[in-house]
């Protein structure tokens, strides 16, 4: 069964498959702006992106997929925390670089095999080629200021990705000069490709394109020129979350084929937005969690953030709350405890089948990435296997280790020590409170035991205790 995935562009379901004839699928996803911790909500299109890539791995060999994920770490965000707090923008990009990547290790996210950065001088130089081009081809001009514009009328095809309409892109009302806005603008729908160098923007500048200021990149240009430098001019499959669909998505569209003639990517995925109590993520509203949120404040464990993040379909907006994330540690413990219980089970010989019980799983995620049948169907498996481990195949051991890897689930060298005494009473205490549906209680009973040095882990029947991953 191919892995079939629902394409943006086409609003069709289609097949995934390697274009070059190397067999290497190549794809690309948008990463992070490096100016503060990322928040769950964006996390959950980086999980989505990981499920994604283990299951190509798993599709097509794990020396057979190209995985590129940029780092935006110059843009207006990076340069006003940078003047903010006083220190070099390099500095305040690269703690935060090392936040996200300590996030993405603790959700077990694979590392992309190449990450490259909008401000490395070798991709400063790829962004500056490329606006030349595009002047050169009429495809973009440069302002009074020397800023450099993309002229979004050159290119016919704006607009096919996001289906925006054309009286709200407002091509064809060139501005007059005396009428022009502050970015000096030809048109309302155009963008910057290049910003010439504002006083507030510090040392922060590079260099411009022939005829241009120094300045700096627009955010749109980094992502098609450092895909064209490591994956080529056209790519096998392009993902992120539907809040870049447009404007960014599709001004990457349109510079990129402006520039390389030719259709820049095969296939566009998004990841809908993630809802916390039902609302819009915000500071003022305080749902805005971040992973140490999560794990420091309420004592959850990562990989139940991971579980949680897979529990909707990727596709249709999820609802997060703590419930569910009690409901994700749930059901963790019950894997847990399940593939406990089988390692004993498949270190004997067994008799060979053509599949096991838990291909079901992977067939529901290459049906557009359903992580809810995906799900569905890893506990139908475990209990049937369960009730009947008599009955058990190596090939039953080989395709839970399979969808296992899929989800990004990792059980591998968990130990499970005695606890303490008083550390035992202390569990007892938080796991007859979350019985009552005492939450606030069980939650607070959670941060003792975390700050004891011992993280809880619920089960169907009862719970385990281990120590805190230092």
């Avoid at 110059?74 to 006083?86: A, P």
């Avoid at 016919?156 to 806005?181: C, F, H, I, M, T």
């Avoid at 915000?282 to 969690?289: A, F, I, R, T």
């Avoid at 011992?454 to 230092?470: A, I, N, T």
């Amino acid at each position: 069964m191919a892995i079939k995935l629902h394409d943006s562009l086409t609003r069709e379901t289609r097949e995934l498959k390697p274009a070059q004839p190397d067999g290497v699928f190549r794809f690309y996803n948008c990463g992070p702006t490096v100016y503060a911790a990322a928040h769950i909500g964006n996390f959950r299109t980086f999980v989505v992106n990981d499920l994604l890539r283990r299951l190509l791995e798993l599709e097509f060999g794990a020396d057979k997929v190209k995985h590129v994920r940029n780092l935006t770490d110059v843009d207006d965000k990076t340069i006003r925390r940078s003047r903010e707090e006083g220190r070099p923008l390099a500095e305040v990009t690269k703690q935060w670089t090392d936040k996200f990547h300590a996030d993405c290790k603790e959700l077990n996210c694979l590392p992309p095999h190449e990450e490259p950065r909008a401000a490395d001088p070798k991709f400063i130089r790829e962004q500056v080629s490329m606006i030349e081009v595009l002047m050169e081809k009429g495809n973009a001009y440069r302002a009074a200021d020397g800023s450099v514009y993309f002229k979004v009328s050159s290119f016919p095809d704006y607009g096919a990705l996001s289906r925006v309409k054309e009286r709200e892109l407002q091509v064809g009302s060139a501005l007059k000069a005396q009428a022009a806005d502050a970015d000096e603008k030809e048109d309302a729908s155009d963008f910057a490709l290049w910003k010439a160098h504002k006083p507030e923007d510090g040392d922060v500048k590079w260099p411009g394109p022939d005829g241009a200021s120094e300045g700096r990149p627009g955010w749109h240009i980094e992502c098609s020129a450092m895909s064209k430098a490591i994956l080529g001019p056209t790519i096998d499959l392009h993902t992120g979350g539907v809040d870049l669909l447009f404007p960014h998505h599709e001004n990457e569209i349109a510079q990129s084929e402006c520039c390389n003639g030719t259709t820049f990517a095969r296939h566009w995925y998004h990841s809908e937005h993630l809802l916390v109590d039902g609302k819009k993520m915000s500071k003022s509203l305080g749902n805005l969690y971040t992973l140490d949120d999560l794990v420091g404040k309420h004592g959850s464990d990562e990989m139940a953030v991971r579980y949680a993040l897979l529990a909707g379909h990727p596709r249709k907006q999820l609802n997060f709350t703590l419930d569910s994330l009690h409901s994700a540690e749930s059901a963790l413990g019950k894997i847990e405890s399940f593939y406990d219980k089988i390692e004993g089970v498949f270190s004997k010989s067994l008799p060979d089948a053509p599949s096991g019980r838990f291909a079901s799983v992977l067939d529901a995620l290459r049906d557009d990435l359903n992580t809810p049948s995906a799900l569905g169907a890893l506990f139908t498996a475990m209990r049937e296997l369960d009730s009947n481990f008599s009955s058990a195949c190596r090939a039953d051991f080989d395709s839970f280790k399979q969808a296992l890897f899929a989800l990004g689930f990792s059980f591998s060298g968990i130990m499970h020590p005695v606890a303490p005494v008083s550390i035992r009473l202390l569990a007892e205490k938080r796991w007859a409170a979350k019985q009552a549906k005492d939450f606030a209680a069980a939650d607070a009973l959670r941060k003792e035991l975390t700050a004891a040095g011992w993280s809880m882990l619920d089960r169907k029947d009862g719970y385990s205790l281990e120590p805190v991953k230092k």
